[in-house]
């Protein structure tokens, strides 16, 4: 099972606390740690509720690099939701291994060609695709679509995962308050988990409150290896 720990804006532009948050992810047994790399201006706007945080979040070209070789000295996957085709430039330029589509980019055609001609795995959240089954992706990779409702917190009566196909959906992106969501993936089938990190739940912020803290990702990351264990009869390589 891969576990990944969406550090997202939760850095809150503080690039050592980032860098702290790879470490802790790494101690806690997530396997990928997660970014989002964004132009505020082109995807919100002013208007936006908390402008003025994920401005502030907003990563440099540099400091993406940092954080990717942050994580290959940790030991752990570097992973990055992109939302432009320079960001994309950005990744593809320091290799990163596959990518991550997040719900709201699943229409933006340009982006998605250009990250499916690489050949790369992909994992796609579906939170906000509106037609049936799954969006084609002509891609010579492996592409696994995670089951996800994009609601800030999402709302437990909201989730309807007794109708989830988890043979079908490779996993879970989970917004809910707390880990019961994801243990109950997990336990009908989901092999991805990706849930929002903070170090502290109280921090100032628009996905603290609903992120999961060190310790729950570690009972998230021990109940991932004890299903394996009993269930699959393996440990899953990332």
């Not at 509720?49 to 990563?59: F, G, I, R, S, V």
């Not at 942050?70 to 990744?91: H, K, P, Y």
Request: aromatic content about 10%.
């Amino acid at each position: 099972m891969l576990i990944i720990a969406e550090i997202g804006q939760n850095h809150n532009g503080d690039i050592d606390l980032a860098k702290r948050m790879i470490r802790i992810a790494k101690e806690r047994g997530a396997d990928t740690a997660k970014f989002q790399l964004y132009d505020v201006d082109k995807i919100f706007g002013p208007d936006f509720k908390w402008y003025k945080e994920a401005k502030a979040a907003q990563l440099s070209k540099e400091g993406i690099f940092e954080l990717a070789k942050e994580c290959a000295n940790t030991g752990i996957e570097f992973l990055a939701s992109v939302f432009d085709l320079e960001r994309f430039g950005w990744t593809e330029e320091l290799g990163m291994k596959r990518y991550k589509i997040a719900s709201r980019s699943i229409y933006e055609e340009r982006l998605v060609k250009a990250i499916a001609k690489t050949g790369k795995d992909i994992i796609v959240a579906l939170g906000m695709y509106n037609e049936n089954g799954f969006p084609e992706i002509a891609t010579t990779g492996k592409v696994d679509y995670l089951y996800c409702v994009s609601r800030y917190p999402a709302m437990p009566k909201d989730l309807n995962l007794i109708n989830i196909d988890f043979n079908k959906y490779a996993g879970f992106s989970d917004h809910t308050i707390g880990i019961t969501a994801s243990l109950i993936a997990m336990a009908r089938g989901a092999k991805i988990i990706e849930k929002h990190f903070t170090l502290d739940k109280t921090m100032h912020g628009p996905d603290h409150s609903g992120s999961m803290d060190p310790d729950e990702l570690s009972a998230i990351a021990g109940y991932a290896r004890r299903i394996e264990e009993i269930l699959y009869h393996y440990t899953f390589q990332p």
